[in-house]
């Protein structure tokens, strides 16, 4: 069984930062590849940010440039950190591990931008 946690979620002003974090539970989280997902009200769940097991990363044009997503595999954390934040960025923010065509998600923190 995989579990996943988030924290880090909350209210941030426009051109703010904040940083999400991910625990997964779990054996062999090195080979795991990860990623956080967004969904505002009303819309489809997003693609935000990837990275495999060799930590190559990828990302939505959207947050290009903005996001930077990591993850440190001795504490099984995964990590995005958010800069220069937008109101169009508020959503639930959902972190997924994949491995073997298994996909596992966290129940989501809830990112408000707003002034």
């Known amino acids: 069984q995989v579990l996943l946690v988030e924290s880090g979620g909350g209210l941030v002003q426009p051109g703010g930062s904040l940083r999400l974090s991910c625990v997964v539970s779990g054996t062999a989280f090195s080979t795991y590849a990860l990623g956080w997902y967004r969904q505002a009200p009303g819309k489809q769940r997003d693609l935000v940010a990837t990275?495999?097991?060799?930590?190559?990363?990828r990302y939505a044009d959207f947050v290009k440039g903005r996001f930077t997503i990591s993850r440190d595999n001795a504490q099984k954390m995964v990590y995005l950190q958010m800069n220069n934040m937008k109101p169009e960025d508020t959503a639930v923010y959902y972190c997924?591990?994949?491995?073997?065509?298994?996909?596992?998600w966290g129940k989501g923190t809830l990112v408000t931008v707003s002034s």
């Open positions: 990275i495999t097991s060799g930590s190559s990363a």
């Open positions: 997924q591990a994949t491995k073997y065509g298994l996909t596992f």
